[in-house]
């Protein structure tokens, strides 16, 4: 029991720089520095061993760009799927509008993932973890390599990035109701 290593340990990196230590029983473990929540490391179960750091900018103007990048630390290749899963709080979904996918792939199937993404009212019902009304504040805006495994030789490297934005609009109010939608 003394040469175990405890599952969540804070410490110093790099530079004297606090980070945090995951470690699972089977042998998976990440490493995140506070700084800036950067991840360092990620060992699976697997024992492929690749590191990942994620970057958040918040631009001047409010928007959001988050930058991922995942490099094959380990001396075999490695195959993965990404995606970024962002959820916004929204005050009322009827007034959302998305803008800027018109020339974008994606896959129009619930049971893969989404590019953007609400449950609406009778998939919201039937979610344990979702409030029933929780549909009408929120959206799911998502960036994925998923149709098609990554992957890395030893050495190399991906790099994925979502940027995000808001930007008034011009429709007009209930414009955008579901029902209204959905009724044609």
Not at 25 to 36: F, H, N, P, Q, W
Not at 49 to 56: A, G, K, Q, S, V
Not at 84 to 94: A, G, L, R
Request: aromatic residues 10%; negative net charge.
């Amino acid at each position: 029991m003394s040469g175990e290593k405890p599952p969540v340990e804070i410490c110093k990196g790099v530079n004297g720089l606090e980070k945090v230590v995951l470690r699972e029983v089977r042998g998976s473990s990440a490493e995140v520095y506070l700084y800036g929540g950067h991840v360092t490391s990620w060992k699976n179960d697997h024992g492929e061993d690749y590191e990942f750091r994620l970057r958040i900018t918040l631009g001047p103007g409010g928007d959001l760009m988050l930058t991922s990048r995942i490099r094959n630390t380990d001396g075999k290749p490695f195959s993965f799927t990404f995606a970024y899963h962002t959820y916004f709080s929204v005050s009322d979904i009827s007034e959302v509008r998305v803008e800027g996918l018109e020339t974008l792939d994606y896959l129009d199937n619930l049971k893969a993932k989404e590019l953007v993404w609400n449950p609406w009212e009778k998939k919201a019902r039937s979610m344990a973890d979702f409030g029933d009304d929780e549909y009408k504040h929120m959206l799911c805006v998502e960036a994925a390599a998923i149709e098609k495994p990554i992957t890395l030789k030893p050495g190399e490297e991906w790099k994925g990035r979502l940027e995000l934005s808001t930007v008034p609009s011009s429709y007009r109010s209930g414009q955008l109701d579901p029902q209204r939608v959905l009724q044609g």
